[in-house]
């Protein structure tokens, strides 16, 4: 497990330590948090739930998903993660990957 902290300094590139730990470590390297910026961190996304977080006053409050009008570039990215964590939890079994190559979703049951 990794976790990327400083992810709110002004040169902090989520997506860049993302790519650099794919090439470290492999394919299997899939994020479960990921932000999302607009010059500035305006919220996360929790892949696994698929539900996005900001925090106020310190407490993490559910806010919408962002659309492609927060960002088009952004939009494709989470479904690019979201396509990781399916391919890496489809890795974990044989009736996964099955699933996965037929284009099912995955559920948290399976």
């Known amino acids: ?6 992810i709110d300094d002004e040169n902090a590139n989520f997506n860049n330590v993302f790519t650099q730990l794919k090439t470290e470590f492999g394919p299997t390297v ?5 932000p999302v910026a607009d010059r500035k ?7 696994i739930e698929m539900k996005a977080y900001k925090y106020v006053d310190g407490k993490a409050v ?4 962002p659309t492609a009008e ?6 494709y990215r ?13 890795e974990t079994d044989e009736e ?4 996965f190559f ?8 399976n």
């Not at 497990?1 to 400083?6: A, G, I, L, S």
């Open 41 to 47: 961190i305006v919220s996360y996304i929790n892949l």
């Open 30 to 34: 899939c994020p479960v948090v990921v």
């Open 102 to 109: 037929s284009g099912e979703a995955f559920t948290r049951k």
């Open 62 to 65: 559910e806010t919408e998903m």
């Open 96 to 99: 996964l990957m099955d699933k």
């Open 70 to 75: 927060v960002s088009e570039k952004m939009e």
């Open 1 to 6: 497990m990794f976790v990327v902290t400083k």
């Open 78 to 90: 989470i479904d690019g993660l979201i396509e990781a964590v399916s391919e890496a939890v489809a």
